[in-house]
């Protein structure tokens, strides 16, 4: 099995998270929109995601550290399509069903576990159901969802392919 393939989407990987990353720091910092609490954890999966694939890229690993590095690639994927759909989901609901007081994010960082803070965050607020920007019309976190689902499908083929050969090359034997 040639290394070229899997380096070569390993690094296609890491340039798409790195462009959306790119693209997220721009919005707030360019476009002034502030993040809340789910797009900072959908960020931190996105840069998790992307130093994943940017190792991997360089270290060109053999067959068992492909299985290593799409897994865990496909994990931080997966996580982020998850807070990504909870945020979607919470864009839906009406602002008058969501809690209009929450702590910040420094407090929560101060005072709560960080099981605390993700279990509030995934409650949602009035912040994670604001949509200030849109593309298409699709919201930020319906194009984080549309990335994560695009990674994910892109883990999983690789996956299944490294195991149709493997099978393949069983059975001639």
Request: with cysteine.
């Amino acid at each position: 099995m040639s290394l070229v393939p899997s380096r070569s989407l390993f690094f296609l990987a890491f340039m798409a998270g790195a462009l959306t990353l790119g693209a997220s720091f721009y919005l707030e910092y360019g476009a002034l929109l502030r993040p809340c609490f789910l797009c900072l954890i959908q960020r931190t999966l996105l840069a998790v995601f992307t130093l994943i694939n940017l190792v991997a890229a360089l270290h060109g690993p053999k067959r068992s550290g492909i299985y290593l590095y799409w897994s865990a690639s496909m994990l931080c994927a997966l996580l982020g399509a998850i807070t990504a759909v909870r945020q979607v989901l919470l864009q839906n609901i009406p602002p008058d069903q969501l809690p209009n007081c929450w702590p910040s994010l420094q407090y929560m960082i101060e005072h709560l576990s960080p099981w605390q803070a993700l279990q509030l965050a995934f409650k949602g607020t009035v912040d994670c159901a604001e949509i200030n920007w849109t593309l298409f019309d699709l919201s930020i976190p319906e194009w984080s969802l549309l990335f994560f689902v695009a990674m994910l499908m892109l883990g999983a083929t690789q996956v299944s392919r490294l195991l149709f050969r493997q099978r393949f090359r069983l059975a001639r034997y």
